[in-house]
Every structure is written in C-alpha cells, then in structure tokens.
C-alpha cells in the first residue's frame, strides 16, 4: 500500500512539474520565438515617438471627422468588457442603435455598408471591409483636402486578405491606416 501511495504522489508531482511549469514555459518561449509580435500584444507604435498608439488586435473610437471611422462598439471598445450587443434582428434597441451610427454618415450618402452601422460580435473589431473604407474616402478627402484618388491608392495597398484565402472577408486595419493617412500630409 505504501509503495502505491509513493508512486501516485510521485506521479501527481510529476505531472504538476511538466504541466504546470515546463509546458508553460515552453509555450511563452515558443511564441516569443515564432510570433513574438502577436505574442507580446501586435502593438503598433507612433514612428515619430515610438510610443505605442493601440494594438492591431483591438479597435479605438475613431471620432474626428479627418480619420477613417471603424465599427461601432457596444461596450466603447473596453477589451475588459468585449461582447456583441445580443440584439435580436427585431429588437428595437437595435433598430435604434442602426438610426444612430447611419447619423454619422448621412452627409456620405447612401447605402451605408453594414460594418459601418453593426458593432462586431467582440465589440472590439479593429478591421471595416473595403468597401468601408471606401465610403469614408470623400469626408477625408474634403477634410484633409487631399486628392481622393490618393486616399484609394493607399486604402487599397492596405487591404489584408481573407484568412487562409477562403475565411471571413477583405479587411483592412483602422489604426494602420490612419497611421499611413498621417504619413500622407
């Protein structure tokens, strides 16, 4: 009985040992090695100061009209408190909340595409679809009085694909893009 009593405990340390604290570690050296930027938080720094201006992994409230405006957020984009709103597609606060995000673009015209309108399910999307970002193209344009042509040039350089060439759509990244859109001036 003793003997079956050691081996045991001798096995739950064991597997505390590779478990608990070698697996771990490997993991963190792992992904330092093979994604370290993904692993360290995707941050995207300010080239002039260098200091970090947001991930490329979560959204920011874009409000100054001089800026591509990315997805709405149903929790102003706090990656404490991520999550879609849970509004059924009949729901008045839904209704609502659409009336309310199509405001902001009804000097853009019509046929508002529907990321511009509908917080993503995280709440924290830091992507708009192409078409998005080019529905924005004139209010920048006008507001940084720069060519229109211009500006479409640089959102499509920016377009990062469909995972793996089939999952989700065309996208592009909010922050780098108004990070290039800076550089433009």
Do not use: C
Request: aromatic share 10%; glycine share 10%.
């Amino acid at each position: 009985m003793k003997k079956l009593i050691y081996s045991s405990v001798g096995l739950v340390f064991f597997f505390i040992l590779v478990l608990g604290v070698l697996y771990p570690v490997s993991l963190v050296y792992m992904g330092e090695g093979v994604l370290k930027a993904k692993s360290l938080g995707s941050f995207i720094f300010d080239s002039k100061s260098g200091k970090i201006i947001g991930s490329e992994l979560i959204g920011q409230n874009w409000i100054n009209p001089r800026y591509f405006w990315g997805r709405p957020s149903i929790n102003s984009y706090d990656p404490m408190n991520s999550g879609g709103s849970q509004f059924a597609p009949i729901s008045l606060q839904l209704k609502n909340q659409i009336e309310e995000n199509s405001k902001k673009y009804s000097s853009e015209g019509e046929n508002i595409p529907e990321d511009l309108l509908l917080s993503s399910g995280s709440g924290l999307d830091p992507h708009i679809s192409v078409e998005g970002a080019i529905f924005q193209i004139s209010r920048i344009a006008r507001e940084r009085k720069l060519n229109e042509e211009r500006i479409r040039l640089l959102v499509l350089s920016l377009v990062e694909k469909k995972t793996f060439g089939v999952l989700g759509q065309d996208r592009i990244n909010v922050l780098k893009l108004n990070q290039k859109l800076d550089q433009l001036e």
